[in-house]
């Protein structure tokens, strides 16, 4: 499987920002997809996970109510739209799949994007 994130960007505080994950090669939808973050000077960070059916969904405590994942199979695409931006959440953004439900340990993921940068602006 190859991850291709995009849509990041720049925004101002409180403003949104939608984020896509593509997925080449087939059995998309057995995959569990992850989005992580790692800001400046920081380690990598779980931001949200779903299953391979879309149904559970796992959020960071510091992203709960603000940002929603989702997946559309159809088109082997995973989403981060995240609401309420601000600069906590600067960050390179990057998708990750493994076989099964989404899981919060990034080590238990097995594919990863290239990442993608958000810069929020105040």
């Known amino acids: 499987v190859q991850l291709q994130a995009s849509g990041g960007g720049l925004v101002h505080a409180g403003g949104s920002l939608g984020l896509s994950c593509a997925a080449s090669g087939r059995s998309f939808n057995k995959y569990g997809m992850g989005w992580f973050r790692q800001a400046p000077g920081k380690e990598r960070e779980f931001v949200a996970s779903i299953s391979w059916t879309g149904v559970a969904t796992d959020y960071a405590d510091s992203v709960k109510g603000r940002f929603t994942i989702s997946r559309d199979n159809a088109k082997n695409t995973v989403y981060l739209q995240m609401n309420s931006l601000k600069s906590d959440d600067v960050a390179v953004y990057y998708c990750?799949?493994?076989?099964?439900?989404?899981?919060?340990?990034?080590?238990?993921?097995?594919?990863w994007g290239q990442g993608t940068l958000v810069t929020v602006s105040s």
């Open positions: 990750a799949a493994r076989l099964g439900i989404g899981v919060t340990d990034q080590r238990e993921y097995d594919y």
